[in-house]
């Protein structure tokens, strides 16, 4: 039976390994050169098209992308690659990349495929298991237009298959692994070609602090607004994203700042339950007995139910409390200085209120020997860069051809 499916525009049709193989070499021969403008207003028209259809309106992650993906920020990001290449270097496509996106993150996948299409990657993408609803028209949307435009980028679906993954990795240039440490061990077991390379997001831990002065200076507006960055760090899939917080860490005192910050957890509930979050009775009842069993080992001095959607606790120390669904733990500490010692290497993103960028300029270094790979505000957990995880995409995805 044949478990290779191939996404086109309206259905998913079978496909052998052998003609995949044979689509993927033949398009490899017509590899681009980074940012060619046939790249650039490919999805630049995707962009516009996910903005102005109205299936995608009250989607956020899909209206991220599209804003990420508009033509003037498209033109920035070629701006920024070619000022960083090499002098004396003509940049070139690697040729096949192979994208492995998480479950976890439904447009993740658009992301990874957009950035190795413009550096003129040819790309074959394996598609989530549970893949549906908006995800799937966009990529519908999309499959239109690359058919169109004559690309042979393929998406494809396949169960957990080892044949099929060691086939497509020997086909491959890149591989690009999305998804957690299990994922990333499977995968590390199975061998690219010796000229190939691998790029590999494992399992992340990411957190956010907040300055215990700014909490008591917030008026009405400031609260709601600051708020609204929470929710945005925590909710927008479910806090399930790597860099998602799932600690906050407060600068300040429990006594002194604990009831603004409670006014400012109880608003970002209010957010929640405005925005239709709508947690499961199931997962809010799985977050009271992972408190209850901090509470229970001595970690806890208070815990804070504002509804299914939100729960906090006050930690003892910094633990790793990750439940997700809306579950934060909080930490008082001193100084922000204190922050830096608590950094390890697998630690990815910080968010920050109530502190200015020079202050992170001062404390990023202290922080970086030890782990981190992003300090953002509030707010912009889940903004994608083509600088991921210490690494550039950008030039991660393409070679350089040195002439002299």
């Not at 903005?51 to 956020?60: M, P, Q």
């Not at 995968?187 to 990411?206: K, Q, T």
């Not at 407060?250 to 009831?259: E, L, Y």
């Not at 400012?264 to 799985?286: D, P, R």
Request: glycine share 6%; proline share 4%.
């Amino acid at each position: 039976m044949n478990e290779l499916f191939l996404a086109t525009p309206d259905k998913r049709e079978p496909l052998s390994l052998e003609a995949l193989a044979a689509r993927l070499t033949q398009a490899r021969e017509t590899r681009g050169l980074p940012f060619a403008e046939r790249r650039l207003a490919l999805v630049a028209e995707f962009s516009a098209l996910l903005g102005s259809d109205k299936r995608f309106a009250e989607n956020a992650p899909l209206r991220a992308f599209a804003f990420w993906t508009r033509k003037s920020a498209l033109l920035q990001l070629r701006d920024r690659f070619l000022a960083q290449q090499p002098q004396q270097t003509v940049a070139v496509g690697r040729g096949i990349a192979f994208h492995l996106p998480p479950a976890n993150v439904d447009t993740l996948f658009l992301y990874s495929w957009a950035l190795a299409f413009l550096t003129g990657n040819v790309n074959v993408t394996r598609l989530p298991s549970a893949f549906e609803g908006p995800s799937e028209a966009a990529l519908a949307l999309l499959l239109s237009l690359l058919e169109k435009a004559g690309f042979a980028d393929a998406f494809v679906s396949y169960p957990a298959n080892e044949g099929l993954n060691r086939a497509l990795s020997q086909l491959a240039d890149i591989r690009i692994v999305w998804g957690g440490d299990a994922k990333a061990e499977i995968f590390a077991a199975i061998p690219l070609r010796a000229d190939a390379r691998a790029l590999v997001f494992p399992d992340r831990f990411s957190y956010a602090a907040i300055d215990g002065a700014f909490l008591l200076g917030l008026d009405d507006e400031g609260r709601k607004e600051t708020a609204r960055a929470l929710f945005n760090d925590l909710f927008l899939f479910n806090q399930m994203a790597c860099s998602s917080p799932h600690l906050l860490y407060v600068v300040g005192d429990a006594v002194a700042h604990g009831p603004a910050l409670q006014n400012l957890l109880a608003e970002t509930a209010l957010v929640a339950e405005a925005k239709g979050v709508n947690i499961s009775a199931s997962h809010a009842l799985e977050k009271d007995a992972r408190a209850a069993s901090l509470a229970g080992a001595g970690n806890v001095t208070r815990i804070w139910r504002f509804s299914n959607d939100l729960t906090s606790v006050a930690l003892t120390e910094s633990l790793d409390p990750a439940i997700g669904g809306g579950f934060l733990g909080i930490v008082f500490i001193d100084a922000l200085d204190a922050l830096a010692a608590q950094v390890q290497e697998r630690h990815q993103t910080l968010t920050y209120a109530g502190f200015t960028r020079e202050d992170m300029e001062v404390f990023a270094p202290k922080a970086a020997l030890r782990g981190l790979c992003r300090i953002v505000p509030m707010g912009q957990a889940l903004a994608f860069d083509a600088l991921w995880d210490g690494q550039d995409l950008l030039r991660e995805t393409v070679k350089f051809v040195r002439i002299i």
